[in-house]
Every structure is written in structure tokens, then in C-alpha cells.
């Protein structure tokens, strides 16, 4: 599309053009680009920090490989992270946590693209409290945030998508934290699942490199949540 200079698009003020360049930013990178070629409006209106913060970031697996190599794309990406991006922020904090072992930063991240509504780093957010064992007020907040992940049915999902940056970013790099029988989530006496998320799991690994259906499910079976979340931990742990 090309705006001619007398056309009455040129009118359009400023924060409308800032609105629209967000909208379009939502949907891809290449899209944003593509509207900001239009006119000088548009390219002014992508400048703005909002709109660094409410591009969409394509997952690993569809990124030209060649954009690392682009002193202009770093620099994209580099103020897309300074604004706050929640996907950067989430990307970079699975960095910080199992890759340079920053626990503090990574949390910080984790927070930060939670607080946007971010579900994959309110997931893995959820997985690092839970793990705490010297701070049982934050264990209680992980398993909140678990809740709220259930309740919305995006635990599997979030899982997933950890899967996939952990996997397809540093496949030789990772090192997930390890997990002992101090961190089970469940502290009810009666619950008779209780301690068997580890077999569980086990269980539903093996069926996965049988191809078997077996392997699906994860714990969804289990009525108590704490128990749930016990597995979530096994799976998390586990992720590469
Ligand atoms: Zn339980």
C-alpha cells in the first residue's frame, strides 16, 4: 500500500497512528514492518516503546535463521527486550534461571511478563516458587498461580511452550533444577496419591516412547490440586 501525500490518511493523528501500528504489531513482525514502509506517520508511530512491547515474537521453530545475523534486527529485538517485551522477557528469563543459573534476574523476568498475562512465564513462574523449600509463603504463591493456570486449562499448554524455547533454543545447555522428595507440593496426610507423582510420571514417560496412549493425560485424573501440581514439577524438571 502506498499513501499518497494528499490523501486524507496523512490526517490521521498521531496516537490513532500509534493504536493501529500496535494492532498490526499483534499480528507479526513482518506486518509491522510492512505498515511502517507506508508513510512517515507510520514509521514515526513504530517507534514508540508500546509498540516494541506489543510485537508478537515468532516462536524458534519459524525464525529466519539469518535475522541473527542482522545488526538491525539485534537492534529491533534489543529495544523490544528494554521495553518490556513479555515473550522476550519470558525467553530471556529461561535463560537467566537454567542456562547462566541467575535465579534473582530470571525470577524478576518471570514476574514482569506474568504480570502482562503472560501464561508460559506464569507457568514457569508457578514451577520456581513451588520448588522453593526455605520460603513457604512463596511455595503457597507458586501453588496459587498453578491454580489459576488449572482453572484456565493453560498448564499443558505452557508446559509445551517451555518445551519448545528450552528445546529449540540451547539444546545442550540447559540444566534444570533437580528435584528431591523435600519439594513435594501435597502436605495432606490423607491424600492417597500423595508421593506417587514421580511414578506417575515415570509411567506416563515410558508409555510416550512406546507410542502408547497411556502416555496422555498427565495427572488430570487426580482430584487434588496440590498432587497435580507434584506432577507439573516432575515434568517441568524434566523438560529437555
Ligand atoms: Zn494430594
Excluded at 515473550?87 to 537467566?96: N, Y
Excluded at 488449572?150 to 540444566?175: H, K, M, Y
Aim: glycine fraction near 4%.
Amino acid at each position: 500500500m502506498t499513501i499518497h501525500c494528499c490523501s486524507n490518511i496523512a490526517f490521521i493523528p498521531n496516537d490513532i497512528w500509534e493504536a493501529i501500528t500496535i494492532k498490526v504489531a499483534t499480528d507479526s513482525i513482518r506486518s509491522l514492518c510492512s505498515l511502517r514502509m507506508t508513510c512517515k506517520a507510520a514509521h514515526d508511530a513504530g517507534e514508540a516503546d508500546i509498540v516494541h512491547r506489543s510485537v508478537s515474537i515468532p516462536p524458534p521453530h519459524a525464525t529466519p535463521w539469518w535475522w541473527c545475523l542482522k545488526p538491525e534486527a539485534k537492534r529491533f529485538f534489543d529495544r523490544c527486550m528494554a521495553a518490556g517485551n513479555p515473550e522476550l522477557l519470558f525467553r530471556e528469563a529461561l535463560r537467566e534461571l537454567f542456562i547462566r543459573r541467575n535465579e534473582n534476574i530470571g525470577i524478576q523476568m518471570l514476574n514482569s511478563a506474568t504480570s502482562t498475562g503472560h501464561a508460559a512465564a506464569k507457568y514457569a513462574l508457578s514451577m520456581m516458587l513451588m520448588l522453593r523449600t526455605d520460603d513457604n509463603v512463596e511455595k503457597q504463591k507458586g501453588l496459587e498461580l498453578y491454580r489459576e493456570l488449572d482453572a484456565a486449562g493453560l498448564v499443558a499448554g505452557s508446559n509445551a511452550r517451555c518445551f519448545s524455547i528450552l528445546t529449540i533454543s540451547w539444546p545442550s545447555e540447559v540444566q534444570m533444577p533437580r528435584i528431591e522428595e523435600q519439594h513435594t507440593v501435597c502436605a495432606a496426610p490423607r491424600c492417597s496419591p500423595r508421593g506417587h507423582m514421580p511414578l506417575l510420571y515415570d509411567y506416563r514417560r515410558r508409555a510416550a516412547e512406546r507410542n502408547s496412549v497411556h502416555a496422555f493425560g498427565r495427572a488430570a485424573h487426580i482430584p487434588c490440586i496440590q498432587c497435580r501440581a507434584d506432577y507439573d514439577l516432575q515434568a517441568f524438571v524434566n523438560l529437555p
